[in-house]
């Protein structure tokens, strides 16, 4: 422990590509934690099973150790209050469900998924927010034990104050109140015994001794549940801090339909990571003009958590081009530099598998810029024309792209194998050849048409940029349908 005692997380989930909103929020964890000689940590939440997957928690971790913030514990590493990863500890979180059983604070639930189905129809039917209405909560003990000893299926569910509100003081939005009964009689372990992310959250936190959580203001509505859970077993609760989103510039929730929104993205593009955290770590400080460009340990200095505003960070991607110029001109030696480019060259085996693949389609070396260029390009410079030496129509071209977009976010591990058998299958769906889908996929992708193997390109580029590339192709190609 240190000094300070100050203990703070960032605990994603691994059930995507890792989010530039991670970075922010474990940006802001780890400029606290260095700010108040406090300790930063790593947790993975994975308690949901059917979203999480190894894959995601490697790329988390990759994301985040390439933003440069070092966590102290966390599941690579190891620590003091391990294991890290929350499927490890399943059976920690047992004797807590048993304890607020025994006291009388939860319940058990034998509502079936559809029997809570009808329920929520009739009060949506009724204009009411669907909640749990509570039919289990006054079941007898024996008619608890008899059913269960009958093996049919049960969760556990905390019970709800009926009355008053739930006050608390949030560092960011101040003094908060919600109302009791606007509060679900929420799930803690679910039919397979696994904790909910608020009961194994709630657990997890006390015991890490983590005294501060930082996290998205989304989670702003659950703390009455999770006040409520330290209350139940009798611990202290950490200080709540929740941060206002990232935002579009036109003040819409940054999604990845509308900017790129994955860490793999920006680095894939070059931008390196002490600017993305300079851009990231200037919502968290007050300066003035001309005072920009800062490194960690500057940022750290300045941060003041006292003086977030609740308005929402806009993610200015001209301003992060900017900061990211000025990072590569004024704040990198001339080796570093080189050093740097050759990494990011080297990054996810790129130049290599792209060397692989262009072996056997060139006659002199010099034929590479043109023929492979593309997996190093930040932008292709895709013009609507590009698309007009296809034999579709425009019309069919972009119903190809707007068909594959949304399924390429279906594939779960992203290789070779698995994009080709989605673009076969939706090549199969669409009663079309493989050759007449993957044609405006090659334009879209490479910039070209004659160029790389579609599927392995799309591997090595990574889905990031790959949706990218086909956003700006569908844009161009919306041009060329509405200019006939
Ligand atoms: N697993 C949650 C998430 O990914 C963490 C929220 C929290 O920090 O409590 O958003």
Redesign the pocket.
């Known amino acids: 422990m240190t000094a300070s005692g100050v203990r703070v997380?960032?605990?994603?989930?691994p059930?995507g590509e890792p989010h530039v909103g991670?970075a922010y929020?474990a940006l802001f964890n780890y400029l606290f934690a260095k700010k108040h000689g406090g300790e930063f940590i790593l947790r993975i939440?994975d308690t949901d099973a059917t979203r999480s997957t190894p894959e995601f928690e490697t790329k988390v971790l990759d994301a985040l150790r390439w933003c440069g913030l070092e966590w102290k514990e966390g599941p690579d590493i190891g620590g003091p209050y391990g294991p890290y990863r929350q499927s490890d500890r399943k059976d920690m979180y047992q004797p807590y469900a048993q304890e607020l059983l025994d006291k009388g604070h939860a319940f058990r639930c034998f509502c079936t998924p559809e029997r809570l189905e009808q329920m929520r129809e009739g009060q949506r039917a009724a204009g009411k927010p669907p909640k749990y209405d509570g039919l289990c909560l006054t079941l007898k003990a024996e008619e608890v034990t008899s059913r269960m000893a009958d093996g049919e299926t049960t969760v556990i569910r905390m019970k709800i104050p009926t009355e008053g509100s739930c006050d608390f003081t949030d560092g960011v939005y101040g003094d908060v109140s919600i109302p009791w009964d606007s509060v679900d009689m929420q799930v803690l372990i679910k039919a397979d015994g696994m904790p909910t992310?608020h009961m194994a959250?709630v657990i997890d936190?006390h015991l890490m001794k983590i005294t501060h959580?930082?996290?998205?203001e989304?989670?702003l509505a659950?703390v009455p549940k999770h006040i409520l859970l330290y209350r139940y077993f009798g611990w202290d609760q950490p200080v709540f801090m929740h941060l206002s989103l990232m935002r579009n510039a036109d003040k819409s929730k940054l999604s990845k339909r509308k900017n790129p929104t994955s860490i793999s993205y920006y680095s894939a593009l070059g931008y390196i990571p002490e600017a993305l955290m300079n851009f990231l770590g200037l919502f968290f400080i007050q300066i003035s003009e001309g005072e920009e460009l800062l490194t960690m340990e500057e940022l750290s200095e300045k941060f003041d958590p006292e003086n977030l505003s609740k308005a929402g960070a806009i993610f200015d991607i001209q301003k992060l081009d900017w900061l990211n110029g000025r990072w590569i001109r004024e704040k990198l030696s001339e080796e570093d530099f080189r050093d740097r480019v050759l990494n990011w060259a080297m990054e996810n085996d790129r130049l290599m598998a792209g060397l692989r693949l262009s072996q056997t389609r060139i006659s002199k070396l010099g034929e590479l810029p043109d023929l492979a260029g593309f997996l190093l390009k930040s932008d292709l410079g895709l013009q609507p024309s590009d698309f007009a030496k296809i034999k579709s129509p425009p019309e069919e071209i972009l119903e190809i792209l707007n068909t594959v977009q949304p399924d390429l976010e279906k594939i779960l591990e992203w290789n070779v194998e698995t994009i080709e058998a989605e673009l076969r299958a939706i090549a199969d769906r669409m009663g079309k050849k493989l050759k007449v889908v993957v044609a405006p996929l090659f334009v879209a992708v490479s910039g070209s048409s004659r160029s790389l193997p579609l599927f392995d390109s799309m591997a090595i580029l990574g889905r990031s940029v790959v949706r990218q590339r086909l956003k700006l192709a569908s844009q161009a190609v919306a041009a060329l349908v509405g200019s006939k």
């Open positions: 997380r960032i605990a994603p989930s059930t991670t929020i939440e992310y959250n936190d959580v930082a996290r998205g989304e989670w659950s």
